[in-house]
């Protein structure tokens, strides 16, 4: 167990519509990652925030967008869903913004579109 | 821009065979991490290697720093079940206030008992 949740576990739902994912980082750690893994895909990344900011950002759409929270906890919000936004989605936590910070994954989010 | 690639993208061996995933960096990296994703799992941290010509073991697991700090190896001994898996490098990718970890495509282990 790394300590990092997300919520939910399975979401289906359909094209068009709009989801939200939720991620808890570990205690103490400020910085919280979301990537994206689709089928034979590796890890793309998406984006960064540190302690409330946006740090960093990788492929992420337009119809993508995320927040943190004062505790910490992040939210990706996908909107217009088109069946290729089917895929896993990981958040991951570390301690600082570091890129050489090891980072700890949660147990991600299958999303299906339908 | 800045890649790192891994090959092979697939290696199937037999149970007590060795196995060996190569990382290339297009760039020169500060450091390489090397992350696990076991089938249905996330990712979680192995290793990094922060010094030229860097090499570190882990019971069976044996990973390497290249010497100009461009590539990276993770050699296992003697595979078992257990490792099955898909094993990913990433490197940090500096630019300006864009700072992040570049992943590789991973290579995915099966291992026949």
């Known amino acids: 167990d790394s300590g990092v949740t997300q919520t939910p576990k399975h979401l289906i739902t359909a094209t068009g519509q709009r989801v939200t994912l939720r991620c808890s980082p570990r205690?103490?750690?400020?910085?919280v990652y979301w990537y994206q893994q689709s089928l034979d895909q590796g890890l793309q990344f998406l984006i960064q925030?540190?302690?409330?900011?946006?740090?960093a950002k990788g492929n992420i759409l337009e119809r993508f967008s995320a927040q943190q929270f004062p505790d910490l906890h992040s939210e990706l919000n996908l909107s217009s869903l088109e069946l290729g936004d089917s895929a896993l989605y990981f958040c991951?936590?570390?301690?600082?913004?570091?890129?050489?910070?090891?980072?700890?994954f949660g147990p991600g989010t299958r999303l299906t579109v339908l | 821009g800045q890649q790192v690639m891994q090959i092979p993208q697939y290696q199937h061996v037999q149970e007590g065979e060795d196995f060996t995933t190569y990382c290339n960096s297009s760039?020169?990296?500060?450091?390489i991490q090397w992350y696990k994703q076991r089938p249905g799992g996330h990712p979680v941290f192995l290793i990094q290697?922060?010094?030229s010509g860097e090499v570190k073991k882990q019971k069976r697991l044996t990973f390497q720093f290249g010497e100009a700090k461009k590539n990276s190896s993770l050699h296992i001994t003697a595979t078992q079940t257990t490792d099955v898996g898909t094993y990913f490098c990433?490197?940090?990718?500096?630019?300006?206030?864009?700072?992040?970890?570049?992943w590789g495509l991973g290579t995915s282990l099966a291992v026949n008992p």
């Open positions: 990433a490197g940090p990718k500096n630019a300006g206030n864009n700072r992040k970890l570049i």
């Open positions: 290697l922060v010094k």
């Open positions: 205690s103490g750690d400020l910085s």
């Open positions: 991951a936590s570390s301690s600082t913004t570091s890129p050489t910070d090891t980072q700890y």
């Open positions: 760039t020169t990296l500060s450091n």
């Open positions: 925030y540190y302690n409330g900011e946006e740090r």
